[in-house]
């Protein structure tokens, strides 16, 4: 039941919880941004690549996809050991996980920008890499804002597996507020605000996203 | 001079034999227009010239070039033959002017505002200087097709390849880019043009090849070609033809 008292409790607490949402938003976005510098090449891998690379590639992204994201933390954090800051270690296992996920969404949007923009940056003289780095990319990257607004939703709200490794963000500091001695009552007014908190972000970070996707978006003649 | 010289080009795709020991050459300023069924292997064998696509045999030079040996720098011979595409294949996210700069860019290492100036004047020279920050999206297929003809000539190439490049188009947005083509032929460019657009081939073509089966079966001027073919299936294909525009 919601009680005033334990409103008070919360808010006056407030400091806790925002020290948690500095990790949950700082761990959001050094986990995309290792899922984007290694899920970007390693989706152009599995378009352009080909041989050992190619396959070794599929196989990662395979093996961290089918891996429920707890497992790969508690194994990141407790077998293997990859660091002792809990920080490092969400960094590295979110961050892993996304490249997986986003490697498939650039592979998706690679392969969607018609064969004939490549051929034609090819009859003009530039080199492969040249005409996929100036005319194939810049198109993919558009195409796949849907899948990264998706994408960073995801990488948001898993932060909160890190709890699971005793990392202190947002689900965590909320976790250490009902806990306290005689607290116990104020878990529901925690969880609706820390609820609030994830999708005010969500909500505020897609439409910022929504924005960016317009202003870049290539025109079409329709709108004019 | 000889500018074009393709030698028994044999070519295969999977299974089938695309081009079956092709020959013929062509002179600097020649325009000369491949014809014949789909399937005939008339855009493959455009394709081989700037070497989209490999032969399996035979040879092609381009002036002193060696085309079909494995050696030659394909992105150094593409620079020299222009190519413009049945379906256009604007860069979609790239303005008119900007699908002409990147290649003067990239390629040719020209300064950017050097290269604005030149694109300008390219995309002046097929009527388009309105255009000039239009988007592919934006543009009608007729426009389309002249930025891509644009784009080609802005490499200074010594060849132009034009694959069908009226096909796509609706019937009354042929005439535009006919008009450039036509420009083109008379300001002493090499074309060559796989395209069933007879008008073009009697106006602008030096000689007409007609291929059936991956074979040249016949080549001459296109009064002779169209007059008097001397093989039945010139004359079957193209009276057929001509019976289909005059309409």
Redesign the interface.
């Known amino acids: 039941m919601l009680q005033t008292g334990d409103w008070v409790f919360v808010l006056s607490n407030a400091d806790t919880l925002l020290s948690g949402l500095v990790i949950t938003v700082g761990l959001t976005l050094t986990s995309l941004s290792v899922g984007f510098l290694l899920g970007f090449p390693a989706g152009a891998v599995e378009v352009y690549g080909d041989g050992i690379l190619q396959r070794a590639v599929k196989v990662m992204g395979g093996l961290l996809r089918g891996t429920p994201i707890v497992v790969t933390l508690l194994v990141l954090f407790f077998v293997v050991s990859v660091s002792e800051s809990a920080f490092i270690t969400a960094t590295v296992g979110l961050g892993l996980r996304s490249a997986a996920y986003q490697s498939q969404m650039f592979r998706g949007a690679l392969q969607s920008v018609d064969e004939g923009q490549l051929e034609a940056a090819r009859a003009v003289g530039m080199g492969k890499l040249q005409a996929i780095r100036h005319v194939i990319v810049p198109q993919a990257l558009r195409r796949s804002m849907p899948g990264f607004q998706n994408e960073f939703t995801i990488v948001l709200k898993d932060t909160s597996i890190a709890f699971a490794i005793g990392l202190a963000e947002l689900l965590t500091q909320g976790y250490n507020l009902f806990t306290q001695s005689g607290h116990s009552t104020a878990v529901l007014e925690v969880f609706l605000v820390i609820s609030a908190v994830y999708f005010v972000l969500t909500f505020v970070t897609n439409r910022g996203l929504d924005r960016l996707s317009d202003y870049y978006a290539i025109p079409s003649g329709e709108n004019t | 001079m000889t500018l074009l010289n393709i030698e028994d080009v044999y070519q295969s795709y999977e299974a089938e034999q695309v081009l079956q020991g092709v020959s013929f050459e062509m002179q600097q300023g020649d325009v000369d227009v491949l014809m014949g069924p789909s399937g005939s292997g008339k855009s493959t064998m455009l394709r081989c010239i700037?070497r989209?696509t490999e032969v399996d045999s035979g040879d092609i030079w381009l002036d002193d070039t060696h085309v079909t040996a494995p050696e030659t720098d394909?992105?150094?011979?593409?620079?020299n033959?222009?190519?413009v595409?049945q379906?256009f294949?604007?860069?979609?996210?790239l303005t008119a002017l900007e699908n002409i700069t990147?290649?003067l860019k990239?390629?040719k290492g020209i300064h950017p505002e050097r290269a604005r100036e030149q694109a300008r004047d390219q995309l002046d020279q097929v009527g388009l200087d309105g255009q000039v920050s239009?988007?592919p999206?934006?543009?009608s297929g007729g426009q389309k097709q002249r930025v891509g003809i644009a784009?080609?000539l802005a490499?200074e190439p010594k060849l132009m390849l034009f694959d069908e490049p009226t096909s796509a188009l609706d019937p009354e947005l042929v005439g535009d880019v006919v008009t450039v083509m036509q420009d083109l032929a008379a300001g002493g460019m090499t074309m060559l043009v796989v395209s069933h657009e007879m008008g073009f081939a009697r106006s602008a073509a030096d000689d007409i090849h007609f291929l059936d089966n991956g074979r040249v079966v016949e080549s001459g001027p296109p009064e002779q070609l169209f007059e008097h073919p001397e093989q039945d299936r010139t004359a079957t294909f193209l009276s057929g033809l001509q019976a289909d525009q005059s309409q």
Do not use: K, P, T, W
């Open positions: 700037n989209l394909v992105n150094e011979l593409r620079q033959v222009g190519m595409f379906d294949n604007l860069f979609a996210h990147l290649g990239r390629v239009a988007y999206a934006e543009l784009r080609a490499m």
